[in-house]
């Protein structure tokens, strides 16, 4: 039957462990499993289209498929392996084929296999399988489960596998202790001083939804210590717990009922996104839900009262970033790592991007769940309200010490309070995790590294001159972006136009310039160029800290060397732009940031988040990112952000082909002219994709 359980490794662990070292005086239970007393329906009654397309949604209410589908498999086939550190198990074979699957079993074995855990050979199943919450599943939603099994289900013939349990785990006999012990097999009982909305929420969170075996903290025999509000230990149903190298959150009053509802359907609300486990969970099930359940569901949880000591819930407040941003490692850590998707005053990117203040994620007193995503990435769940998921990469790259610097500036600012994170907690983690670090030869550049300079203070001036550019300098800058739009992350990105090692080259010969420039006259040509803006002038103070931050990112570069990840690299200029099939790729993949006429996006209050790519606000036609092949190299390697799981931003993952069709589309389209223009390439080798 169903023994896989995402999450719930702790149940093999301690279960079981301490069912065979009480159970060994109890064996004689096993000898004799439960009777069965479920009377078999009507044969007629199971192929009834309705029933069946009932119990296809009590499957969903259920989320059955999520553990008995492996990947890429036959749905309910079976075959997802659970790694432990006891041995493996599989998920079983629930399709109605009567060699491998249940099509042979009779209702009775199915109903208490469901209820009690015992197969239908006799054998007790591992208790990741939640049958002590599936008890409590009416009589009716499981007739109706066992119709749509049998005949709403395509049978697929897949021997299941044998569980591969080292000692003393193999031995399941002690489970039927357990089961006697802790399995309360009673149906769900209704509740006459409450309404049918709460009734129902309370069926489906304690029942089918098990949401207590990941939600509830354990017993000393890893039981659920309460599987309802009104246990001996009842104030603990929900309470939150931690599940492996996650939090599971306290479910217990913590959002309003059009909150829960939101998160349930859509995988996302205005306080946090799901992360881990529960991505499947809202997959699979949840965003399946009617209205009404969901709104049941969320009127019980929002019923039950909170006694811990858990941080309020607030909104995230746009603002300035905290004071602290540019004067600590983990100000600087976050701004370098963090802010181009969460903001630097914590509130994200409504609608894809999570905030940080009110996320439960950043205020659960048990920082695990926070620090396993940041070692190891995150991912939208792909739901009908949005299909398209979005990525946070894996940062276990960055050393211990740095993501708790990062994390605690994170936790103090947006937190409510909450504990800082230790350099021991993120190596606890990272040793239980063991996160996998991709390969790189590009080594990224600490902005933290910049207070421990003795012109710290010029040097964190001219990494801000490149990140804040439109804010700092607003006379220089005439349009919406800021160096750091095509210099990612301060120029701390490969292949996202680095500033690494970059002024070792200069001064050097530009073709466009025809003649030697300084690095003060490269920067300027951004000015004019890609800001449309006015120079700085060059003995000024602004000046003298942004090539103090070009002269640091230098480090021990030498013009004659080779720096990995340099510039944006090239794109195949055999290959032909099609701009119409890049004005799709633009709706799909760029206007959701940008805008769908190229005006970029704001804020609620109105700050540009990511920068125009066309009109008045955008680069001139003299800009580098003007051209069709630099900016298709630049879009390939570098956009969109959160496409998948590369380090730093999630970045890339177009073709190239795309890549230039997109560029084309959008690098052709109305922008401010450049007065200059007729002074460039002075000595000939003007490229073909110039616009002028």
């Keep these: 039957m169903h023994e896989r359980n995402r999450g719930r490794l ?10 065979i070292v009480l159970g060994g005086g109890f064996a004689i239970l096993m000898a004799v499993p439960p009777s069965i007393t479920a009377e078999e329906p009507d044969p007629g009654q199971l192929s009834d289209p309705a029933l069946v397309a009932r119990g296809k949604y009590v499957a969903q209410l259920g989320d059955c498929i999520a553990c008995h589908t492996d990947k890429g498999g036959d749905e309910m086939a079976g075959g997802l392996a659970l790694e432990t550190p006891m041995g493996t198990i599989w998920s079983t074979n629930i399709t109605p084929d009567s060699k491998t699957g249940i099509g042979s079993w009779s209702f009775g074995e199915f109903d208490r296999a469901m209820r009690k855990g015992v197969d239908a050979d006799g054998h007790n199943l591992y208790p990741a399988m939640p049958y002590p919450s599936y008890a409590k599943i009416t009589d009716e939603d499981m007739i109706a489960l066992w119709a749509y099994l049998l005949n709403g289900v395509k049978p697929v013939e897949k021997a299941n596998r044998d569980a591969a349990m080292n000692f003393p785990f193999n031995l399941r006999f002690g489970l039927a202790y357990w089961n006697a012990v802790f399995a309360d097999d009673t149906r769900f009982v209704f509740d006459q001083t ?10 489906l969170v304690q029942g089918l939804g098990h949401c207590g075996a990941c939600h509830t903290p354990r017993g000393i025999a890893f039981q659920e210590v309460a599987m309802t509000e009104k246990d001996p230990k009842g104030d603990q149903f929900l309470a939150g717990a931690k599940v492996e190298n996650w939090h599971a959150v306290e479910l217990r009053n913590l959002w309003t009922v059009n909150d829960t509802v939101e998160l349930l359907k859509t995988g996302r609300n205005r306080f946090t996104t799901v992360s881990g486990s529960m991505t499947d969970v809202i997959l699979h099930s949840t965003q399946n839900f009617t209205d009404g359940d969901l709104v049941s569901i969320a009127t019980y949880l929002k019923s039950l009262p909170s006694d811990t000591q858990r941080a309020v819930v607030t909104e995230a407040v746009y603002g300035d970033a905290p004071s602290t941003a540019y004067t600590t490692p983990g100000g600087l850590g976050y701004m370098q790592f963090c802010s181009d998707c969460h903001r630097p005053d914590g509130t994200g990117v409504k609608g894809i991007f999570p905030a940080l203040a009110g996320n439960p994620t950043v205020s659960a007193l048990d920082p695990s769940t926070l620090i396993h995503i940041t070692l190891t990435g995150w991912e939208t769940a792909s ?3 949005h299909p398209r998921t979005y990525t946070m990469p894996a940062f276990a790259r960055i050393e211990d010490q740095e993501i708790a610097d990062i994390l605690s500036y994170v936790r103090k600012n947006w937190g409510a309070g909450s504990p800082a994170i230790s350099k021991g907690q993120v190596a606890q983690a990272r040793k239980h995790i063991d996160p996998k670090i991709d390969d790189s030869s590009f080594e990224t550049p600490r902005l933290a590294a910049l207070l421990d300079e003795p012109n710290s203070e010029q040097l964190v001036r001219g990494m801000r001159l490149n990140a804040e550019t439109r804010k700092l300098v607003p006379d220089n800058v005439g349009n919406d972006l800021n160096c ?6 301060a120029g701390t990105v490969a292949d996202g136009s680095p500033y690494v090692g970059v002024s070792a080259f200069f001064p050097s010969y530009a073709p466009r310039a025809g003649k030697e420039i300084t690095m003060e006259e490269r920067i300027n040509g951004c000015f004019r160029r890609s800001m449309n803006g006015k120079p700085l002038k060059v003995d000024s103070d602004d000046m003298k800290a942004m090539v103090a931050y070009f002269d640091w ?21 055999s290959l032909i ?13 760029c206007a959701v940031c940008h805008g769908a006429n190229g005006e970029g996006l704001k804020d609620d209050v109105g700050r540009l988040v990511y920068p125009p790519l066309w009109g008045d606000r955008s680069f001139n036609i003299g800009a580098g990112m003007a ?6 190299a630049f879009v390939q390697r570098n956009m969109p952000i959160g496409f998948h799981e590369k380090f730093p ?37 003007k490229p073909k994709d110039a616009r002028y």
């Design 10 to 19: 702790r149940w093999l662990k301690f279960a079981a462990a301490s069912a």
């Design 194 to 203: 409450k309404d049918d909305a709460w009734n129902r929420g309370a069926y």
């Design 383 to 385: 739901t009908n309200a």
């Design 484 to 489: 750091a739009s095509c210099h990612l992350n």
């Design 553 to 573: 990112m230098r480090g021990e570069t030498k013009p004659e060397d080779k720096v990995p990840g340099r510039g944006v690299g090239k794109i195949d200029q």
């Design 577 to 589: 732009p099609d701009p119409v099939n890049g004005q799709k790729i633009y709706a799909a993949q």
């Design 627 to 632: 051209r069709t092949y630099t900016a298709a």
């Design 649 to 685: 931003l999630g970045q890339g993952g177009l073709t190239d082909q795309e890549a230039l069709d997109v560029a084309d589309y959008f690098s052709h389209m109305p922008r401010p002219d450049f007065a200059d223009k007729l002074k460039d390439w002075p000595n000939g080798g």
